[in-house]
């Protein structure tokens, strides 16, 4: 048996993705603009090895916001790339994937490691509901000056107060306060900075 979870409701799967409610990933708009961040972190990873100073004006195509002197070193992989907003003066290492069905923000003088991931979706606990393919995101706000060692996950709804630092391989599943060294799995405060 079918189920319309959308019985009433006008708006398009994007439109409810982007109030941050539950959707289908279905919408022909998110498809291309998926497909468009496919074909420009593609563009960006090529020139940045072929003609690097070009490449930066592809990563500016790509994201919400390119602060000053922010870096990415490639290859990166997005969903959409438009709602990513990266600070002036971070830097992110190899591999980073910023699954951006919501907004994920990351403050000025950041340092990602590699292989670093940052999960906004998610999808419904109860068994027929996913199954039905809905799912949701929630943003991750990540502050000024943060580190996050290699490996670092960051799920859904976090955020990263300034100047922490999360220890590599750690998973982060709740806010972190600022200041402050977070580390494990789940990621856990150990000790105040300063």
Not at 45 to 53: C, G
Request: glycine share 10%; charged share 20%.
């Amino acid at each position: 048996m079918t189920i319309d979870h959308f019985a009433g409701d006008p708006r398009t799967n994007r439109e409810r993705m982007l109030a941050g409610e539950l959707y289908i990933a279905d919408d022909p708009e998110s498809a291309r603009l998926a497909q468009r961040a496919l074909e420009l972190t593609h563009a960006y990873q090529v020139a940045s090895a072929t003609a690097p100073d070009t490449a930066r004006a592809h990563l500016e195509d790509l994201l919400g916001t390119l602060g000053e002197d922010a870096y990415v070193k490639p290859p990166l992989f997005v969903d959409y790339g438009e709602n990513i907003h990266l600070g002036a003066r971070s830097f992110v290492n190899y591999n980073l994937t910023a699954l951006d069905v919501a907004e994920i923000r990351i403050g000025e003088d950041c340092q990602l490691g590699p292989n670093v991931q940052l999960l906004t979706p998610t999808h419904p606990i109860e068994p027929q509901p996913r199954r039905d393919k809905l799912e949701a995101a929630q943003p991750i706000t990540i502050g000024d000056n943060v580190w996050l060692g290699g490996g670092v996950i960051v799920c859904p709804g976090v955020t990263i107060g300034d100047n922490s630092v999360i220890g590599a391989g750690a998973v982060v599943t709740r806010d972190i306060p600022a200041n402050v060294i977070a580390v494990g799995n789940p990621a856990r405060v150990v000790r105040e900075i300063g």
